[in-house]
């Protein structure tokens, strides 16, 4: 909150500054026909604008706006971890959590199996507790969907299952020329997993 408050300061004594820096420039005529140039108007005197002030008045403004970026982007955090900090409290992932505040929260999986099916790189952390099962799954390093099952049972599925296309991209991909015969066989159960999904 502080730290919030710190920026706007910030930002409200640049555009003070700012503002200074733009006032006009006057072109005068003075005694004798010679020009003058001042900051206050006179008459028949015409007003200028530098490249200073112009230039000023853009870095206010990209200033406010970082500012503005940087303060939407605080919130969002805090938004965020209110989210997830009764996971981390209470030992229970949340949709939300980080890998690291998911450690935290639930320690490390007995198993993570890493897949790329176009859409980016994706985990599924398996946690094994009694007679439960969690799957997590976590993309760019933050936990998407859970699954909570009895051992043994199918788990209730919350993430979308995977399009057709990312179906055949499977298929295609499990019959590339530079798999192992094992890659191709983890590969081809991969797919297959993927289309029974539906």
Do not use: W
């Amino acid at each position: 909150m502080r730290n919030r408050s710190i920026q706007g300061a910030i930002a409200l004594l640049a555009l003070a500054c700012n503002a200074s820096l733009a006032q006009g420039i006057y072109r005068c005529e003075g005694p004798a026909g010679m020009k003058v140039y001042q900051q206050a108007p006179c008459a028949g005197g015409e007003e200028l604008t530098t490249r200073r002030s112009r230039a000023s008045a853009a870095d206010a403004a990209a200033q406010q706006k970082e500012a503005d970026a940087s303060r939407s982007a605080a919130q969002a955090e805090d938004q965020r971890l209110a989210a997830v900090s009764p996971g981390i409290n209470g030992h229970f992932p949340v949709v939300g959590m980080t890998r690291t505040e998911l450690k935290y929260a639930i320690g490390e999986p007995d198993q993570v199996n890493v897949s790329d099916y176009g859409r980016g790189l994706e985990e599924q952390r398996i946690y094994g507790r009694g007679d439960r099962t969690l799957v997590v799954y976590t993309k760019r390093g933050q936990v998407t969907s859970i699954q909570d099952a009895e051992r043994g049972a199918a788990p209730k599925r919350t993430q979308p299952c995977p399009s057709p296309a990312a179906v055949r991209n499977a298929y295609t991909a499990a019959n590339s020329g530079t798999l192992t015969e094992k890659e191709r066989e983890l590969q081809l159960k991969r797919a297959r997993e993927m289309e029974q999904c539906r």
